[in-house]
């Protein structure tokens, strides 16, 4: 029996450079069994997806899978998840909700297994986390892929005394450690890796009625937190997400039932990758449409703001057939409360083009009469 809703979670880990997000990546892919570990800039999409070779002997055209389908029922690991190319990124749409491939090259039209959780890490743009911008603006990837991470972590560098003394100590302490004092200290990697793929391989947790009524309870809620600012602060998405993440709890307890304790135990997952990744700067509040639109709540109001300004000023220059766009973009710099950049002006023009006010061609601008 083939399930319908993919069972896999998905992270992202973001932040400033040095926090270890590379070494966790290549923890974890030598923890599971079945793990593909993959760099974005060294990635193309054919390298993560499938390619057509010929055979050498038989001179047939052969289907060879990359690292997405070779970690089918396993964790593909992607570092510098920020430094691929679009189109290498587009092929994990797909993957990342449906869970299969489709594949259509040379005459061979195929759909593959990628079961895989993805675990990616990614470093802002400009190289040290800028705390007044979304993390769409830090570390601009497409909203459609930040939307089907279950849970988005930042790890910033938090420039304080005592955690730089902690860390430096641990950094210091591995360069004189005996291998005895290391398995001391850390699980043994064997039991882990058994536990991992036991956990996995026979425990399939049902969901409880008063856990499932505890699910419907928070996203219910979660809805209720926008419906009274005139936002959407929830979608199915985050539901399938916290049922996810309260069966993987069941599931790391070795149970076959989820209990309300792992519904609330994903719900506090959940908030906290919220607060770190979906806060809008410019309120400080929670907005889920920053991960969903790329956009936040308040953006979207100060570009509709901007829109208005702008058709007043081409309204009060009485009929007036064409405009020059440069000088109507530095009139609009010098009337407007607020600084005003060239992205800005551009996107107000395009949303009064598509309102069929005016017409962009070249340097001039054509109003419609």
């Known amino acids: 029996c083939c399930s319908v809703n993919r069972a896999e979670i998905n992270l992202l880990l ?105 675990l990616a890490a990614a470093n802002p743009v400009e190289s040290q986390w800028n705390k007044n911008k979304t993390i769409t603006e830090n570390i601009q990837l497409p909203h459609t892929l930040l939307s089907r991470f279950d849970l988005i972590f930042l790890m910033l560098d938090p420039q304080d005394e005592m955690f730089d003394r902690r860390l430096g100590g641990h ?37 409880s009625e008063s856990a499932g009524q505890t699910l419907i309870e928070s996203y219910v809620n979660m809805r209720k937190m926008g419906s009274g600012r005139g936002q959407i602060s929830a979608y199915p998405r985050q539901l399938e997400s916290l049922i996810r993440l309260s069966e993987a709890h069941a599931r790391m307890r070795l149970s076959e039932i989820v209990e309300v304790a792992d519904v609330e135990e994903a719900k506090r997952l959940y908030r906290e990758a919220l607060k770190q990744a979906a806060v809008d700067p410019s309120t400080g509040k929670i907005d889920i449409t920053i991960l969903t639109t790329g956009l936040s709540g308040a953006a979207r109001k100060r570009k509709a703001e901007i829109t208005q300004a702008l058709k007043k000023i081409i309204q009060g220059k009485g009929k007036v057939s064409t405009l020059k766009h440069q000088k109507l973009y530095e009139e609009f710099r010098e009337n407007s409360d607020f600084a005003i ?16 006010f005016l017409i962009v061609t070249n340097k001039l601008i054509r109003l419609c009469q």
């Open 341 to 356: 950049t060239k992205d800005m002006f551009d996107d107000a023009l395009k949303e009064l083009q598509e309102e069929d």
């Open 171 to 207: 950094l210091v302490s591995l360069y004189f450690k005996t291998h005895e004092d290391e398995e001391d200290e850390n699980l043994d990697m064997s039991i882990l890796k058994d536990y991992l793929t036991y956990a996995k391989k026979y425990i399939h947790p049902k969901i």
């Open 14 to 118: 973001c932040g400033d450079p040095g926090t270890s997000k590379s070494q966790l990546l290549q923890y974890v892919y030598n923890l599971v069994p079945r793990g593909q570990y993959t760099s974005g800039k060294g990635s193309s999409a054919v390298g993560l997806t499938a390619y057509i070779t010929k055979d050498p002997e038989t001179r047939q055209l052969v289907l060879q899978t990359g690292a997405l389908v070779l970690s089918d029922n396993g964790i593909c690991c992607i570092d510098e998840f920020d430094k691929m190319n679009d189109s290498t990124r587009s092929v994990l749409h797909e993957v990342m909700e449906q869970q299969t491939l489709s594949i259509a090259k040379a005459g061979i039209i195929c759909s593959l297994n990628a079961r895989t959780s993805v």
